[in-house]
């Protein structure tokens, strides 16, 4: 772009001394609330579905497709049997209301995984 990385780093630090005087006077509560909560919800709702499809790419789930653009990989596999298997684990511990769920499904893979492996 041209600019030089001391403008920048400048750039940056003007952003913050913004960001710090919107959040000490009422300018920070005045943007949220203008922000309907439906828009809030679904602004959420986005980022998560994004990152689910992040995860379930890096687990194998799903694979790039030439006609849809998204598509099934190869459910067959280890890697993607593990993650299914450890979604499943914490989507059951978070029904039933466990605290430290995800951790758990976590660790209950890492076993699984190392018992496969081992």
């Known amino acids: 772009m041209g600019y030089a990385w001391q403008v920048a780093l400048g750039m940056v630090f003007v952003s913050g001394i913004v960001f710090v005087i919107i959040s000490v006077l009422p300018i920070r509560e005045w943007i949220i609330n203008a922000i ?3 828009l809030k919800m679904a602004t959420a709702a986005g980022i998560g579905l994004f990152l689910g499809i992040i995860a379930m790419k890096n687990a194998g789930i799903v694979v790039d497709n030439p006609a849809t653009l998204v598509g099934l990989g190869d459910v067959t596999q280890w890697t993607v049997i593990l993650a299914i298997v450890g979604f499943i684990i914490i989507a059951a511990l978070e029904a039933l209301k466990i605290p430290g769920s ?5 660790l209950a893979v890492t076993v ?5 492996w081992a």
Do not use: D
């Open 36 to 38: 309907p909560r439906s």
């Open 102 to 106: 995800i951790i758990l499904g976590i």
């Open 112 to 116: 699984l995984q190392a018992s496969f």
